[in-house]
């Protein structure tokens, strides 16, 4: 039974962490796919970082800087550039040259986050404050039930690392491809299933500001199912004018102007 409740706790703060990131920072904050309710997007922009370790600003600057230059020598993060091991290492140098970036104003960063900015811990240069404090609550956590659960704890608010290098990695290296873009975005249902879609880099990437990353009758984005709890609770606007198009629907179409007779 403990076992099941380390796992239950992890799993919430991994869902959590993930929620966060791809509704929040992904498709609302960067990309406009949703509208968030003012005080939702205020909340994000100034207390993101306490809840899951990264600042909104930073990931937004370095995620718009990754769609400008998809898997070429100025992708901060491409396993073709990278490999799969140095996924890690460089997510964490493109987070922190946007960082540095946005706290000096300096281009690129000034001109692609001009609609954002950074949180209280990093303008003051006291960005480990919210990694102490989710240790702390950890540890709190540990001595109170038990040091697995903290650990669980610690582990699944802190998972956005491994997050965004199944991501990376796997979408930009293995997988189909339902559209012939000049990057290398891939497909990935395993990243797709394990990071609410996110795994679906090829159909990301030809419509980024897309709510919906799924293209596939076959293709599962949980991500879209959050979007539109989110709608229905009154977080945020689903923006339906740039969602992309249903497969079934473009076949249908492309079908019947094939049929139709030539003028």
């Given at each position: 039974m403990y076992y099941a409740l380390c796992f239950l706790v992890f799993f919430v703060a991994y869902a959590l962490t993930i929620v966060t990131t791809s509704v929040g920072y992904h498709r609302g904050l960067t990309h406009g796919a949703v509208t968030l309710h003012p005080r939702l997007r205020r909340f994000l922009m100034d207390y993101g970082m306490w809840l899951i370790g990264i600042d909104a600003a930073a990931w937004i600057c370095m995620h718009r800087l990754h769609h400008q230059h998809s898997d070429t020598k100025d992708d901060p993060h491409s396993p073709l550039n990278v490999?799969?091991?140095?996924?890690?290492?460089?997510?964490?140098?493109?987070?922190?040259?946007?960082?540095?970036?946005?706290?000096?104003?300096?281009?690129?960063?000034?001109?692609?986050?001009h609609d954002v900015h950074l949180s209280w811990p990093n303008r003051s240069g006291l960005w480990g404050l919210p990694y102490l404090l989710h240790a702390a609550i950890a540890v709190a956590v540990g001595?109170?039930?038990?040091?697995?659960?903290?650990?669980?704890?610690?582990?699944?608010?802190?998972?956005?690392?491994?997050?965004?290098?199944?991501?990376?990695?796997?979408?930009?290296?293995?997988?189909?491809?339902?559209?012939?873009?000049?990057?290398?975005?891939?497909?990935?249902?395993?990243?797709?299933?394990?990071?609410?879609?996110?795994?679906?880099?090829?159909?990301?990437?030809?419509?980024?500001?897309?709510?919906?990353?799924?293209?596939?009758?076959?293709?599962?984005?949980?991500g879209w199912g959050v979007c539109r709890l989110g709608e229905f609770l009154g977080l945020l606007r689903i923006e339906r004018s740039t969602l992309m198009p249903k497969l079934v629907a473009v076949e249908a179409a492309a079908a019947a102007a094939a049929a139709a007779p030539a003028q």
């Amino acid at each position: 039974m403990y076992y099941a409740l380390c796992f239950l706790v992890f799993f919430v703060a991994y869902a959590l962490t993930i929620v966060t990131t791809s509704v929040g920072y992904h498709r609302g904050l960067t990309h406009g796919a949703v509208t968030l309710h003012p005080r939702l997007r205020r909340f994000l922009m100034d207390y993101g970082m306490w809840l899951i370790g990264i600042d909104a600003a930073a990931w937004i600057c370095m995620h718009r800087l990754h769609h400008q230059h998809s898997d070429t020598k100025d992708d901060p993060h491409s396993p073709l550039n990278v490999g799969f091991l140095g996924m890690f290492g460089a997510q964490l140098a493109g987070y922190d040259r946007s960082l540095a970036g946005l706290k000096a104003g300096a281009e690129p960063y000034a001109t692609i986050g001009h609609d954002v900015h950074l949180s209280w811990p990093n303008r003051s240069g006291l960005w480990g404050l919210p990694y102490l404090l989710h240790a702390a609550i950890a540890v709190a956590v540990g001595v109170q039930w038990g040091w697995l659960m903290g650990v669980a704890l610690f582990a699944g608010m802190m998972s956005h690392a491994v997050q965004g290098a199944c991501i990376n990695a796997l979408g930009h290296a293995v997988g189909g491809r339902n559209f012939d873009l000049p990057d290398n975005s891939r497909n990935n249902t395993f990243a797709a299933w394990a990071v609410l879609g996110e795994g679906y880099q090829n159909n990301h990437h030809r419509y980024p500001a897309s709510a919906r990353f799924s293209y596939r009758p076959s293709e599962v984005d949980m991500g879209w199912g959050v979007c539109r709890l989110g709608e229905f609770l009154g977080l945020l606007r689903i923006e339906r004018s740039t969602l992309m198009p249903k497969l079934v629907a473009v076949e249908a179409a492309a079908a019947a102007a094939a049929a139709a007779p030539a003028q």
